[in-house]
C-alpha cells in the first residue's frame, strides 16, 4: 500500500453506507449525524446539516452550517470536502472511481478521486457530477438550475482507452442549467456560463458571460456586478 493511500481510511463496506441511508431516513438531523460519524466514521460539524442520502466515501468533511440534502448519492469518491455553507441540493449522483486498477488509468498516477466545494458554493438539484479525477467548485459559486454535467474521464479515440483530468471551477462562478463541462476544463473566477453550454479548455477571462455548444466568450461582465461581491452564497 502506498503512503498516499495510507492517508485515507478504508472505504466503508455497502452494507455500512446502506444502513445509515436507511436508518437515515427516520431519525431527525441530530441522532442522523451522529449515526454517520459513529457508523462511517465521518467528519460532520454539529451545525452541519445531513438529510437522509446515501454516502460511500472514505473521508467526508462537512463544515460548519454545510448541507447535503436528502436522496443525494456519493458513492467510490475518496475525499468529499464541504466548506462552510455549502450546499448540496436534493437528487444529486456524485460517483469516482477510487485506487489502481488493472485495466483503466494506468498512467495516471495521481488522480486523485475527490469532490471539494469551497466556503459558500452551492451545487442545486438533480446533477450528475463524474469524480473519477478530482472536481473543485471555488468560493461563492453556483450550479444552478437542473441536469447539469461536470465530467473528468472519457475514452480517447486515438489511443483506444479511458483518461482522466481534473475540473476546476472558479470562485464567484454562476453556471447555468443542463450545462456540460468537460475533462480538464478550467473555468476562470466570475464565469457566467449560458444554459445548455458545453465548457471545455482554460480560456483566461474572468467575469466574462461564455455560452454555446462548445461555449465561447461572448462578452464581459461588469466587475461590480452584485453577484461577484456577495458574502453571503444563498441568492435571495
Known amino acids: 500500500m502506498s503512503e498516499a493511500e495510507t492517508a485515507y481510511p478504508r472505504l466503508p463496506g455497502t452494507w455500512r453506507s446502506?444502513?445509515?441511508f436507511l436508518l437515515g431516513m427516520i431519525l431527525p438531523g441530530r441522532l442522523r449525524r451522529g449515526l454517520y460519524r459513529a457508523l462511517l466514521g465521518y467528519e460532520i460539524d454539529?451545525?452541519?446539516?445531513?438529510?437522509?442520502?446515501?454516502?460511500r466515501v472514505q473521508k467526508l468533511t462537512l463544515g460548519p452550517?454545510?448541507?447535503?440534502?436528502?436522496?443525494?448519492?456519493?458513492?467510490?469518491?475518496?475525499?468529499?470536502?464541504?466548506?462552510?455553507e455549502s450546499r448540496i441540493g436534493t437528487f444529486n449522483w456524485i460517483y469516482g472511481m477510487i485506487g489502481p486498477s488493472d485495466r483503466h488509468f494506468l498512467d495516471e498516477p495521481d488522480r486523485a478521486p475527490d469532490f471539494i466545494m469551497e466556503e459558500q458554493s452551492s451545487l442545486t438539484s438533480r446533477h450528475?457530477?463524474?469524480?473519477?479525477?478530482?472536481?473543485?467548485?471555488?468560493a461563492?459559486?453556483?450550479?444552478?438550475?437542473?441536469?447539469?454535467?461536470?465530467?473528468?474521464?472519457?475514452?480517447?479515440?486515438?489511443?483506444?482507452?479511458?483518461?482522466?483530468?481534473?475540473?476546476?471551477?472558479?470562485?464567484?462562478?454562476?453556471l447555468g442549467t443542463g450545462s456540460v463541462i468537460l475533462k480538464g476544463a478550467v473555468v476562470p473566477d466570475g464565469t457566467v456560463l449560458g444554459a445548455g453550454s458545453v465548457f471545455r479548455g482554460a480560456p483566461t477571462e474572468t467575469h466574462a458571460l461564455y455560452s454555446g455548444v462548445p461555449a465561447e466568450f461572448i462578452r464581459k461582465m461588469p466587475e461590480d456586478a452584485a453577484y461577484f461581491h456577495r458574502?453571503?452564497?444563498t441568492v435571495d
Do not use: W
Request: with cysteine.
Open 18 to 20: 446502506a444502513l445509515a
Open 128 to 138: 450528475i457530477v463524474d469524480c473519477t479525477n478530482r472536481v473543485r467548485i471555488g
Open 140 to 174: 461563492f459559486s453556483t450550479v444552478a438550475g437542473f441536469y447539469s454535467q461536470i465530467l473528468t474521464h472519457g475514452i480517447d479515440p486515438v489511443d483506444c482507452r479511458q483518461t482522466s483530468k481534473p475540473v476546476e471551477i472558479g470562485r464567484y462562478c454562476l
Open 231 to 233: 458574502t453571503h452564497g
Open 65 to 84: 452550517g454545510a448541507k447535503i440534502g436528502a436522496f443525494t448519492f456519493i458513492r467510490n469518491v475518496r475525499e468529499v470536502c464541504i466548506g462552510e
Open 46 to 55: 454539529r451545525t452541519a446539516v445531513l438529510g437522509p442520502c446515501f454516502l
